[in-house]
């Protein structure tokens, strides 16, 4: 069971969901070769609440198959009331984004596949 946080213009609550969750359970950094393309993931370097934009109407910092800059936003992740500013380490095209925004992830989980 994972713990959703809900903010309202009421106030902010918290709700037990239902979930299936899906380990990937590939270290920081752990590349795979397929046809000939470099693949890394970019972890989350702390525990909270995974988001894709700056706030709830905003764009996406980032879209998949897009070119990233090493320093490039990539996403925010709150984190007892902080929210913490998550950047590319390398220059890098964002394959895949590996978990749902609003999502709550671990150090360590993986978030983004890459090319380098």
């Given at each position: 069971m994972l713990i959703k946080s809900y903010t309202t213009k009421k106030g902010s609550f918290t709700k037990p969901t239902e979930n299936t969750v899906k380990l990937n359970l590939k270290g920081s950094g752990d590349t795979?070769?397929?046809?000939g393309l470099n693949f890394k993931t970019i972890n989350a370097p702390l525990t909270g609440i995974f988001y894709t934009s700056p706030s709830p109407e905003g764009k996406p910092f980032v879209?998949?198959?897009?070119?990233i800059s090493k320093?490039?936003?990539l996403c925010i992740i709150?984190?007892?009331k902080v929210?913490?500013?998550?950047k590319a380490p390398y220059d890098c095209t964002?394959?895949?984004i590996l978990v749902n925004n609003e999502e709550l992830v671990e150090c360590g989980q993986p978030l983004f596949k890459v090319s380098v």
């Open positions: 795979e070769d397929v046809k879209n998949l198959n897009e070119k320093n490039s936003n709150e984190a007892m929210m913490n500013t998550i964002l394959i895949e």
